[in-house]
Nanobody, 119 residues
Framework: QVQLVESGGRLVQAGGSLRLSCAAS??????YGWFRQAPGKEREFVAAITWNGGITYYGDSVKGRFTISRDNAKNTVYLQMNSLKPEDTAVYYC??????????????WGQGTQVTVSS
């Protein structure tokens, strides 16, 4: 089992940037994903990265604005978010597992970090 702790979420103005971090125990050989969930909405895929960082993929709503990366030496996965929009407001979750763009592709989840983008 992988334990995940997200950090970095806060209130930011539209057009601003944030970097979320996900500290993991037992990092190797997992893919990692970021998902988000706004009130009353389903959990949405944001981005994912393979265990060696060689492949990344993104949800359509964040392509060109968000970047996922990982530092295996620090056991940490990052989500750099630029050009933030009010519709990016959500709780952001880090997940670990086989990978893919669906929540069912991940076995372990963090508690989430709140990102709020004001207009």
């Amino acid at each position: 089992q992988v334990q995940l702790v997200e950090s970095g979420g806060r209130l930011v103005q539209a057009g601003g940037s944030l970097r979320l971090s996900c500290a993991a125990s037992g990092l190797l050989f997992n893919s990692y994903g970021w998902f988000r969930q706004a009130p009353g909405k389903e959990r949405e895929f944001v981005a994912a990265i393979t265990w060696n960082g060689g492949i990344t993929y993104y949800g359509d709503s964040v392509k060109g604005r968000f970047t996922i990366s990982r530092d295996n030496a620090k056991n940490t996965v990052y989500l750099q978010m630029n050009s933030l929009k009010p519709e990016d407001t959500a709780v952001y979750y880090c997940a670990a597992g086989p990978g893919g763009g669906r929540p069912s592709g991940y076995n372990d989840w963090g508690q989430g970090t709140q990102v709020t983008v004001s207009s």
